[in-house]
């Protein structure tokens, strides 16, 4: 933090507040009595005049500039990987630490990748920007890493269940309004999502690589494992699809560890893991649900078994859903930002 803010609370400055993640960072800050002089609501010119609530008051949201920065002591990213690029050096440069949503410096080896339960030590080295991971990762591999650190996990296999938040609060409205017109038996032309999205699921959003046959999505996955776990020999594969949920993801996940593993110490270990609440329910067959996830701090977990295919009994499988706007994208920054 600056010297000038050494002596008040900071200023912090939201930068795509308007969005689906902005909106959900106003309340963070709020729910949080995260400690604050000031609140400056930045977004692009369509939404300049435009006011949004904070703490009993509505702020202005005014238009995203080149010298939006100044007096800002913590500038949160969330509108996209390009006005990160050009505008989060700019706001280092007028003295703000930046935690960027975006994955524009994600891989950047300057710039550390953090999760607060994970590698919160990472943090501190930053040199003004601090990466917030993708949600699929950080959903993912929060509830791993106590086992990582017990009985290292060698090989991690997941297949994703992804909401529409994760594309914006447009997809979210896609998924409203083609919905109401599936169910009316009206024609409905999508304009953000590439395919039908009620009562469908499809192949992630992202363009997929021909030599891998991965797509930018499943890429991330893996590679941000690897930097947040620091251990860039963990072997990760990713399917990850869209499903017509609002705003959380699910993942069904099985894991390969060095050393046998049953699914009660497992179990134990996510009892007590900081940001994961267990939903293991086999009598009521009540396991991670994305609609007890939505709105929920915690990240669920259950459905924990050994993976019959490895009669080694080195692997184990579970399920596990998160509020893609909460922990895997606002919460986790403010996390970070209440660590500065
Ligand atoms: P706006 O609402 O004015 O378009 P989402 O991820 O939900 O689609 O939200 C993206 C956020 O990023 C919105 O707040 C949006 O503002 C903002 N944004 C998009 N492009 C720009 C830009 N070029 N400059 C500033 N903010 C932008």
């Not at 329910?281 to 490895?310: C, K, T, W």
Request: glycine share 6%; proline share 7%; aromatic share 6%.
């Amino acid at each position: 933090m600056s010297e000038r803010s050494s002596r008040s609370a900071p200023v912090v400055a939201i930068v795509g507040a308007t969005g689906a993640v902005g909106v959900e960072l106003i309340r963070c800050l709020e729910q949080r009595r995260f400690p604050l002089s000031e609140l400056r609501l930045l977004a692009s010119a369509r939404s300049a005049g435009k006011t949004l609530p904070f703490a009993g008051r509505q702020l202005p949201v005014r238009e995203l500039k080149e010298d939006s920065f100044q007096g800002v002591d913590i500038a949160l990213f969330s509108a996209g990987g390009g006005t990160s690029k050009r505008f989060a050096p700019l706001a280092v440069k007028a003295g703000a630490t930046v935690v960027d949503n975006s994955s524009a410096f994600r891989m950047d080896p300057q710039v550390p990748l953090v999760v607060p339960e994970i590698n919160a030590q990472a943090a501190r080295t930053h040199h003004g920007i601090i990466a917030n991971p993708n949600c699929c990762a950080i959903i993912s591999i929060t509830p791993l890493w106590p086992i990582h650190q017990v009985n290292r996990i060698r090989r991690l296999q997941m297949a994703t269940y992804q909401a529409a938040s994760g594309a914006g609060a447009a997809a979210m409205e896609e998924l409203r309004e083609s919905t109401r017109a599936y169910l009316e038996g009206r024609p409905y032309q999508q304009k953000v999502l590439p395919h039908p999205y009620a009562f469908n699921t499809f192949s992630h959003n992202t363009a997929v690589d021909p030599a891998t046959g991965y797509n930018d999505e499943e890429t991330k996955v893996i590679n941000e494992t690897r930097k947040i776990f620091a251990d860039p020999d963990i072997r990760v594969s990713a399917t990850c699809v869209r499903v017509p949920v609002l705003r959380a993801h699910s993942m069904a996940i099985t894991i390969e560890c060095e050393r046998p593993i049953s699914a009660a110490e497992v179990r134990e270990l996510l009892r007590r893991a900081p940001g994961v609440q267990l939903v293991d329910d086999v009598e009521r067959n009540y396991f991670p649900m994305p609609q007890d996830a939505s709105g929920h701090d915690p990240i669920l977990v259950g459905r924990i078994r050994s993976d019959i295919s490895d009669p080694s009994g080195h692997s184990v499988s579970l399920y596990v859903a998160g509020d893609q706007l909460l922990k895997g994208a606002a919460l986790n920054a403010v996390q970070i930002a209440e660590m500065l």
